[in-house]
């Protein structure tokens, strides 16, 4: 394959144009690299080289501007905007910067199209003012400042490029049309001097158009077009649109050679299209690709990937095979995409609240950063904000508890920071010094980290320069936002050999560029082309009667960097992704669907499916080996609880797990109240309320006198689980005043319960009960132990209660078979357990009253004492027997036996069940 730069200074050297007399002008940087390197192979005698330019930096050398950033230019609007603004209507840096970016593009474009600008901005305030008129003829105040903004546009324009002319200073649009401005002077200076030669352009603006014409109609230039025939000659095919108005509209080539039109896209290609299932699936499969080539015996010297969607770099990176051993990446890598950016990102969050108190997770993921971990083991405060369940924390907290920490740094992180810009760039800055001090301990391991840090270190006084030069920053907020808008902006640079390897770039970088085996990602409608975007002020309608560029013209200028890609190349690899996303559709580009209409080239499509490695979907199972059966028994000298049998019943595994290892589910800050422990204030706050009635006979008197205190007491649980400003807010206060809710309605149903003639007497509180079980078939004694919520006397009867916070219906305490208990847990849980109590109750301590065994739903209070039922049959019919008798005791003492001997069984597993 021979490149279209290698075929240009061939023409040039055929011509015998001496090189050193050249002026080189092309779309990009890039580009001029490898005309360097096709120069050294073309020479074979040493002269001076030619001079190799950027089309921006030519425009720029004429027009005798300096270019300004966007920040800068930001701050230069600014200051445009107050000499215009009548002080009381000013509004401040940051509220103006939201919109003056759109504007400030619409004037970069304006002046690069060289469009009459008094005109364009008549246009639109007449527009503007026509939609806003009524019959009424009265315009609200909202509508008069509407207007006036668009009438004011003109002059923030003029007055805006004004300051930065008297500064010789230029955002890219003023800067090309000051080189028209000056063009007439600098082809005077250039006569009998330099050839200037531009290679390789495809859409022009306005400026470019008059200075390239300029200097072809004085002989002073020539140009390369890169165009094939199948584009040109096509009048509907997009690729050639602009370079098809310039053959024809430029009086130019009506004297002069059209240089050059190809034919290499017929020429036969190995196009392969593969749909794969997200960005991520699409990375996979390039690195699959890659892979195949370098067993097919491919050095990947004319490799190239490009990107559609850049963001997708470093899961490419990390996904490339090992027998990549040469790269080089022409994009950089986005400065915001890095750890350290989400570490001031964070800081920057939590300081511009100005509060005291920082949110647990923000410190958490503040001390847990990599950058900071490698400082400071923050462990021990990790574990004791889960073990206090503290939700917020201040400086003044983490310094009292004496942590012994690294004091300076803890400070540095969480002093506030008063609502003061200066002084955060201050504690940035030397936070930057104390990271930077501790990655060069082991630099070697470290250089991608520094080299991020060392940007960073560069934004900061960057913004404190501003800072020194303008006061219109004057919160953390518009700092912040300043920090992500000069982030975003910042790419950290690749080190690698432009010449060799795999390159590795974005669709705009390729400009001029051709490779064999070309493999093209995210070729997805919204990617490429991007679409129907219209980020700007100026309405369509507007823009096409000034000539302007649209979408479409936007979108021709993709078009016809995809198909130039495809031009020369061999070998094609397109993907794209599937599957529908919210954001960019999971639609293929028109792109391809072009490809296949066309019928060119014979193409290959296919759906790339990830390879899913069968997983063993077989149970688990655990047998039970003498280690652990001498742990099982050590549970039995302890005690089986309620829950815990209730818990082999459900899943084996999950007894196994929690019972035998010891392994809670996770634990971490509760920063609403958890159902646990909201049943756990709910208990202890009932236990404390009738503790001095235990013993004696409930009245309606005595308990109306506690509901004065049933708030005070909620409160000092709650206090106990929480800070005080966690459960007075949102969700948790919702459930402090449902808390109060249920106590309150459970005492004034007991009042009312009482006041029927029902006589109550509490016999014990959280009562811990245990037993012990000798089984013939166990060499050792079974214990069971288990806490009862009340125990009390109901007329006549014993009443075994327990507490439920949940919604628990009747049918959930009721049993119809025997042989149920031990295997439907979801049915008869409930059941198991308040017979468990009443069993072990029975079992321990003499009683000679009717047993009953319960539970009392706070969600289905109006239902009253739910008793266990034993039942004869299903449906509503059945008979229900609700006392505990000698009989019902025998047949769940069979059923706990028969469990408690299969846990013990050697012969059989701990087998996990499906769920």
Sequence with gaps: MKSFIATVLKDLKSKDQNFSELVFILPSKRAGSYLKKELGNIT??????????????????????DSITSIESLFYFYKAYLSITKKDQVESFDS????????????????RFLVESKSIFNYLSSIKEMNSWNLDGEQTDAVKNYLDFWKKIEVYYSVFNDQLLKDSKGHQGLIYRQAIDHLESYVASQQQTLHHVFVGFNALNKAEEILINELLKQDLASIYWDIDSEFLDNKYHDAGLFIRQYKSQWNIFKTKTFNWVSNNYIENKNIKISGCSKEIGQVKYVAEI?????????????????????????????????????LNI???????NSPLSFLFDTLFKIHKKGSDSFYYKDINSILQHPALQSIENFSSLTKHIKEKNITYLSLNYLQVNNFKFNTKLIKLLFSKWNDNPSQALDYMLELVNIIKTNLTKTADKNKVELEFLYNFYTIFNELKSILSKHNYINSIKELHNLFKELVSSETVDFE?????????MGMLESRVLDFETVIITSVNEGVLPAGKTNNSFIPFEAKLSNSLPTYKEKDAVYTYHFYRLLQRAKDVYITYNTEPDILKGGEMSRFIRQLEFEGVHSITHNIISTKVNPQDQSLVEIQKDEALLNDLKAVAETGFSPSSLTNYIRNPIDFYNQTLLKINTFDDVEETVASNTFGNIIHKSLEEIYTPFIGTKLTAEALTSQTSSIKKIVTHYFEKEYKKEDYLKGKNLLSFEIAQRYIENFIKQEIEDIKAGNNITI????????????????????????FVDRIDTYNNSLRIIDYKTGKVEQNQVEVINWEDLNSDYSKYSKSFQVLMYAYIYTQSTLNKMPLEAGIISFKNLKSGFLKFSKKDKPGAYAHKETIISKDILKEFSNQLKALILEIFNPEIPFTEKEL
């Excluded at 103006?96 to 002046?111: C, G, P």
């Excluded at 022409?330 to 915001?336: C, D, S």
Aim: proline share 6%.
């Design 290 to 326: 890659l892979s195949n080539l370098i067993k097919e015996g491919d050095n990947l010297e004319s490799t190239a990937i490009i990107l559609g969607d850049e963001s997708l770099l470093l899961p490419l990176l990390n996904s490339l095979p090992k027998a990549v051993n040469k």
């Design 496 to 504: 690698g050999d432009p010449y060799s390897g795999l390159q590795i």
């Design 330 to 336: 022409t994009m950089g890598l986005p400065l915001k």
């Design 44 to 65: 074979v005698k040493t002269e001076f080289a030619p001079q190799i330019i950027s089309i921006e930096d030519f425009v720029k050398d004429i027009s005798g501007l």
């Design 763 to 786: 016999v014990a509180l959280e009562k811990r009960l245990t037993t012990q079980l000798d089984y013939k078939e166990l060499p050792f004694p079974v214990h069971l132990k288990g």
């Design 96 to 111: 103006v910067a939201s919109w003056a970016q759109l504007l400030i593009a619409d004037f970069n474009e304006i002046d």
